[in-house]
């Protein structure tokens, strides 16, 4: 039986950030993972990911969420990797818009620079938008996108430098919760350890079953659409459009050529993660090419590329982040409802500190498992 001072069981956005943060502070580490890192089967492939600051839910996320892009610089200086668009946020939607209200209530509340636009000034300035006239928005110029794949591919060198082991292609299939030292099990090894943290994604509720999480699994899809090489460039903002009657749609500049990137918060079907269908369908492009004939007039109908993956949502949509007994040596990370890769840098080190020092310094009670 090999000894470790922290497992982590799951190599995606979250599990490999704390594998980072904990090897650079001299921990012996394991990350588990039963696919690749970074892979297409869970929640951050699809290359890119909104970091946007004016946030809802009060605005209770803006105080980590600074901290979180701040990581991600840190993390750029370090290796010299381009993670971070810095391109500006657009937050638009109908007249009584709770979203959009919430997204200029945290940027007053936390002192983010936001500029108030009414629909006339947004399709002025943005040309290749077309929404009614008593739409309202909020654009944020600290706000862009981080290049997924590549975040995860570079926590991943980082640790691995600084000496974790990853195992890729590893399922874990059982993990004792139970006992003093947790102890973790494969098909071929079994793994003691200190403490470990489980970062499984739309497998967490599998893993922790005791525990019975209220983290549901859903299917979305993204697409890339070509545009005329012109409205939808580099100096495009990311998007996110609360509609009336349409849906809430998120999306990306054509920053590279592939196509502006679109996809939808709400809906989506509750699967299992190992029996769902994987493959874009013409049905999942037509909701897509719908909401862009609508309101991106100038984006068309050719679909560039389709992939489908996955949320985990809860009840709030809030994350899950906590200890789950008493003795404060198994961890859960998980719940992040699509909008979560944005934290994955400074949810990576809170999950440092809760398994180093049983504890955090930042204020996420709001992310305990006693809410439900």
């Not at 996108?145 to 590549?150: A, D, G, I, P």
């Not at 071929?188 to 739309?202: D, H, L, P």
Request: proline share 3%; charged share 25%; hydrophobic share 35%.
């Amino acid at each position: 039986m090999k000894n470790y001072d922290v497992i982590i069981v799951g190599g995606g956005s979250m599990g490999i950030a704390a594998a980072y943060y904990l090897q650079k502070h001299h921990q012996n580490v394991l990350v588990l993972e039963q696919s690749t890192v970074p892979n297409t089967i869970g929640s951050h492939h699809g290359a890119t990911r909104i970091l946007r600051m004016g946030y809802g839910n009060g605005g209770q996320y803006v105080p980590i969420l600074k901290e979180a892009l701040q990581l991600w610089k840190d993390l750029e200086e370090e290796t010299g990797k381009e993670l971070y668009h810095q391109v500006g946020a657009l937050s638009l939607g109908h007249k009584d818009s709770a979203f959009v209200q919430e997204t200029i209530e945290s940027s007053l509340i936390h002192d983010l620079p936001h500029e108030q636009l009414t629909a006339a000034e947004m399709m002025n300035r943005f040309s290749g938008i077309r929404i009614p006239d008593d739409y309202v928005g909020c654009y944020d110029p600290l706000s862009g996108f981080l290049m997924s794949e590549t975040c995860i591919k570079t926590y991943k060198e980082e640790a691995i430098k600084l000496g974790a082991t990853v195992l890729e292609n590893t399922a874990v299939t059982k993990i004792n919760t139970v006992a003093t030292h947790p102890v973790v099990e494969t098909s071929s090894a079994i793994y003691e350890t200190r403490k470990v943290i489980v970062t499984a994604g739309a497998w967490n509720g599998k893993l922790l079953s005791d525990f019975e999480l209220p983290m549901k699994p859903v299917r979305k899809t993204i697409g890339w659409y070509e545009t005329d090489g012109q409205t939808y460039t580099n100096d495009f903002p990311v998007f996110v459009f609360d509609t009336l009657h349409d849906g809430h749609y998120y999306g990306f500049p054509d920053y590279d050529g592939k196509g502006l990137k679109i996809g939808r918060m709400e809906g989506g079907d509750t699967v299992n993660p190992d029996a769902m269908e994987r493959v874009f369908t013409d049905q999942d492009s037509e909701e897509l090419e719908s909401f862009t004939s609508k309101y991106l007039p100038k984006v068309s109908s050719r679909r560039l590329d389709g992939k489908v993956c996955l949320f985990t949502n809860t009840p709030d949509d809030d994350f899950i982040v906590d200890f789950l007994n008493d003795q404060k040596n198994v961890i859960v990370a998980g719940g992040f409802s699509g909008h979560g890769f944005k934290f994955a840098s400074v949810i990576g080190d809170i999950l440092r500190e809760m398994a180093m020092e049983g504890s955090t310094s930042r204020n996420i009670d709001y992310l305990k498992k006693s809410r439900f």
